[in-house]
Structures are given as structure tokens and as C-alpha cells.
């Protein structure tokens, strides 16, 4: 097996349970965090869509939702509510400074699905691709971000 | 090639590999062996010999000099800066994300970062040589609401904790479940400095939260608990008649301590205290805050609640403490003549800074921890 750089193998230091947050980035995943992207990469691109169009469309749900402080907000088909707690998180690729701990809950009315991010799950996505590993807390599956958030390839809009 | 020969060759590389790897780590213990280094510290005031080859936040951690860090020794947080003026070597890739283009220039790197190599020039700030570190034994651990709990802690005999009602401590965890090292967090002290020997937290439980959950799960009454502190510089300045504080869930812990202590100290000031909440479940020191209205004419505790059922044992005010927080500040004749108080996540800060300033609180008045 290739020896991981220094770098690539702190990271995947840091995204086990109890380096940055109690639970880790990975969950039971065994895959390398690389892995991890270059697998969500494909399946968005197979299905023609952008990475950035999901980044668009959470960070619509959490702004639309901090309004409520705290309490449900009525989106369209969606609940959301966002919820704030006191403290920090700090990014496993040491990319940027710090993330407040704010999480956001969105329910479906249509599908009936709930699915839950954290700041921190935006900027992971948004600057590294990064969706987390099967069985983390915030991990969320492509398949369902394309359902939920009626995602459509660019060019058939 | 017969046994022989086999058995020689063996052995030769063996030999060799067995030299050559004596050869490298006598190499590498001359090469990293930096001896004792110097750390002048803000122009010979201090000076610390220390063993080169570690990391300027551990040697100063470990001469007592406490630098605020929350990611501890990670790079991650940024918070360990200070100025190195000599000594410390090219700026890292990692210190690059958390130092301005003028604390560059100004020679501010992390002190989790740097490596002792040869003698350094520090300067640090003279508050953070108040920082001490305290051993203390858990006192109380109780709910005071469904999700926070109190964390009174005995601080060794005879050891005197000097804080501001306001500022926050370090508050160490050990190695427990799947935890395999200490980790440090920030709370606020919730109790006045007149607690002698004694300081208090109000801690909520914060979901997947390594500290949180080890308060919540893993400590026990007569656990030891390791603190570092005071830190901050959220306190009360006092110099206007009306006081003025607001906060949600925790954020109640820092407005406890300021309360109790102006109230102890007969501050005449009009003192407000707003705290918003979600439903009956999450209200605790209500107790406390009515008795302290009945004795002083000059403190009022305004509680709102912002989901309540029918069903709820509730009659007081209702909706977002901000709507009310409004209102009052409408009433004011001068609301250039408050200082204003917050603790809360940054959504709720945001949201009560921008009443405050929209009723006339200057900017400068308004003060708030945010971490």
C-alpha cells in the first residue's frame, strides 16, 4: 500500500472520532477521505450535476432558516430550522480559521425525508468536495441532496 | 552459492543495515539536539531556560505562561499568537491562514507552531501572566435544565482564583470513550468572584461536543478537573446608568456572574437582565433572579419564551426576547447612556446588536464574547 504524505495522513488523523469533534468525519467508512470525494465527485458527474449547485442550495435553506432562531421555518416544501450553539469547529484540511457550530435541519414535506448539516458540512463541500463518510453523523448521501433539493443538470434547465 | 556463502551475505547486509541505522539516529540526535534555549520574554522582564526542540506553547505551557489556545497545538484555531521577534524562523504554511499581512509585519506567529530551535525574543501580553492553571475536584454536578448542567468546582486549599464576573476558564477533559487525549474548551464562569475557593459553569450539552459530552456523561462528583485562566475581556466597564443584559441558553452563565457581583457590590446602575428561551424546560436561576428583583429596586429579570404550549405551565412573556428587548429599549429616554451585555451563539448575538443599535446604543457599548 503507497505511503500517505504527512499532510494527507494528518488529516485523515484529524477526521477520526475524538481529533476535531467527538464523532469524527468518516463514521465507519474505510475509505481514505480521498476516496471518499473522488467517489461523490463521479456520481454528481454522472448525473450532470455541480458541486456548487448543492453549496447554492444548502446555504439558501440555512439563510432562510436562521431567521427563525431557533424555531422551524416554512420554505416552500421544505421545513428548516437552524440551531446555534456557543463554540467553534475547526476544518480537518486546516483550510480556513474556524466554522461557528450552527446546524441546520431540513425536512421535505414532499418526500418525507429529513436531512442535517452543520456549517462545517458546507465548507467541506463547498472547498473540498468533501460529503463525509458513510455513517457520520453529517454525511450526506449525493443521491438524497440531489432528491431533496430537486436538483437538475445545468444544461437541461 | 553454497550455505556458507548464503549465511555470509546475510550477515554482511545485516551488518550494514544494522550500522548504517546506528549511523542515522546518532545523526538525528546531534542534528535536533537544539540544547538549553533562551526565551527573553518582553525585553528581559522574564527569561525562561528551556530544552530546545519543543514547541513554544508547550515550553511556556510548561513554565506556567498559559497562551489561549482551544484546538490544542492543531493549527487549527489560530488563537496562540503572539509576537516572536527573534528566533523563530521562516513563517510555516500552516501559521499562513491566520496571521494579517500586519501581524506578519509585526512578527506575530503560533506559538503551537514555532520550535524551539535557538534563543528567542517574546513579547507577550502582562495580562496573560495572571493565566494560572488549577487542579480542582468536582463539588455539584446537576441539571439545571434539561440540557445544562452546573459544574461547581473546589479549587485546591488556599487558592485564590482572580477573575472579572464575565471572563471564561479552560476547561480540560480526560481521555474517556473513544477520546484518546486531553482536549481543552472555553466556559464562562457563572459564579462571583466572592465564591472564594469555589467557581462555577453552566454547561450545555452540545450535540457530538467532545467536552460537553465528557461533562455530560463521563465526569462525576469528586472527579479532578484541570482549569487554565481567567480569560477574556468581556467584563463590566460601568460608565453609564443602565446596564443592560441579554442572553439565551448558556449565555445566561457570564450575565450570572456580572449580576451577582454588581448587585453584591451595590453598583447603582438600572440592571436588566433578558433571557430567552424555548419552552418552561429551558429556564433555571429564575429562583434566584425574582429573590435578587424583590431585594434591589434596581435589577428586573425579563424572561420570554418563544414555543409555548398549550399546557405549559407558563404565564409570562412570549415570542423572541428581542421583540421585548425592543420595546423596553423604545421606552429609554437616552440610549446613548447603556451598555449592553450579550453572551449567546452568533445568530443570537447578531440579532440583538442590531435592536440595540437600532434604538440608538452606540456600537462601542456593546460588548459580547463570541466563541
Known amino acids: 500500500m503507497a505511503k500517505k504524505d504527512p499532510r494527507s495522513a494528518q488529516i485523515q488523523e484529524d477526521m477520526a472520532p475524538g481529533s476535531l469533534t467527538l464523532v469524527g468525519f468518516l463514521g465507519d467508512d474505510t475509505r481514505s477521505y480521498e476516496a471518499i470525494i473522488q467517489q461523490d465527485e463521479a456520481i454528481f458527474q454522472k448525473e450532470g450535476i455541480e458541486i456548487d449547485q448543492v453549496v447554492k442550495a444548502l446555504k439558501k435553506l440555512t439563510f432562510k432558516g436562521v431567521d427563525g432562531l431557533g424555531e422551524p421555518v416554512d420554505v416552500g416544501d421544505y421545513e428548516v430550522s437552524v440551531d446555534h450553539f456557543r463554540g467553534w469547529l475547526y476544518c480537518p484540511f486546516k483550510h480556513k480559521k474556524k466554522v461557528s457550530k450552527r446546524n441546520t435541519t431540513l425536512y421535505d414535506k414532499v418526500t418525507g425525508k429529513t436531512i442535517y448539516w452543520s456549517d462545517l458540512s458546507l465548507h467541506l463541500i463547498e472547498d473540498h468536495h468533501f460529503f463525509q463518510g458513510k455513517g457520520s453523523h453529517f454525511r450526506m448521501e449525493p443521491e438524497t441532496l440531489i432528491e431533496v433539493l430537486r436538483l437538475e443538470p445545468l444544461d437541461e434547465k | ?371
Open chain 2, 1 to 371: 552459492m553454497n550455505f556458507a556463502e548464503v549465511f555470509t551475505t546475510v550477515l554482511s547486509i545485516t551488518g550494514i543495515s544494522a550500522a548504517l541505522t546506528i549511523i542515522i539516529s546518532l545523526a538525528e540526535m546531534k542534528l535536533n539536539d537544539y540544547g538549553i534555549c533562551t526565551l527573553d520574554i518582553n525585553d528581559g522582564s522574564k527569561t525562561l531556560e528551556v530544552q530546545g526542540g519543543q514547541y513554544l506553547l508547550n515550553s511556556l505551557a510548561a513554565n506556567k505562561i498559559f497562551i489561549p489556545s482551544a484546538c490544542g497545538g492543531k493549527a487549527t484555531c489560530g488563537l496562540c499568537k503572539l509576537q516572536v521577534m527573534e528566533g523563530a524562523g521562516p513563517l510555516l504554511p500552516t501559521e499562513e491562514p491566520y496571521l494579517t499581512e500586519e501581524e506578519r509585519e509585526n512578527h506575530y506567529r503560533l506559538a503551537c507552531q514555532v520550535k524551539i530551535k535557538s534563543d528567542l525574543k517574546l513579547h507577550i501580553p502582562e495580562e496573560l501572566f495572571n493565566i494560572k492553571e488549577y487542579l480542582t475536584n468536582v463539588d455539584v454536578l446537576e441539571d439545571l435544565t434539561h440540557d445544562i448542567k452546573l459544574v461547581r468546582l473546589k479549587l485546591p486549599e488556599g487558592e485564590v482564583l482572580n477573575f472579572k464576573p464575565g471572563q471564561f476558564m479552560q476547561f480540560y477533559t480526560k481521555p474517556y470513550d473513544k477520546i484518546k487525549e486531553s482536549v481543552f474548551r472555553a466556559y464562562s464562569i457563572s459564579s462571583p468572584p466572592s465564591e472564594e475557593g469555589y467557581v462555577e459553569f453552566c454547561i450545555r450539552q452540545v450535540p457530538d461536543g467532545i467536552c460537553t459530552t465528557y461533562v455530560h456523561t463521563a465526569l462525576n462528583e469528586g472527579d479532578q478537573v484541570q482549569l487554565s485562566g481567567p480569560y477574556g475581556d468581556f467584563f463590566y466597564r460601568g460608565n453609564t446608568k443602565t446596564m443592560v443584559m441579554v442572553g439565551g441558553g448558556s449565555g445566561l452563565a457570564p450575565l450570572r456572574s456580572l449580576a451577582l457581583d454588581n448587585l453584591a457590590k451595590g453598583v447603582d446602575a438600572n440592571m436588566s437582565l433578558y433571557f430567552g428561551a424555548q419552552k418552561p424546560r429551558d429556564l433555571y436561576y429564575t429562583e434566584e433572579f425574582r429573590d435578587l428583583e424583590e431585594k434591589h429596586d434596581n435589577f428586573k429579570l425579563i424572561q420570554s419564551l418563544s414555543r409555548v404550549e398549550e399546557g405549559d405551565d407558563w404565564d409570562g412573556l412570549t415570542g423572541r426576547i428581542t421583540v421585548h428587548l425592543d420595546e423596553d429599549l423604545k421606552k429609554l429616554e437616552d440610549p446613548t447612556d447603556v451598555e449592553a451585555y450579550l453572551c449567546g451563539g452568533p445568530g443570537f448575538l447578531a440579532s440583538v446588536r442590531k435592536v440595540l443599535i437600532d434604538n440608538g446604543v452606540p456600537a462601542s457599548q456593546i460588548y459580547f464574547d463570541e466563541f
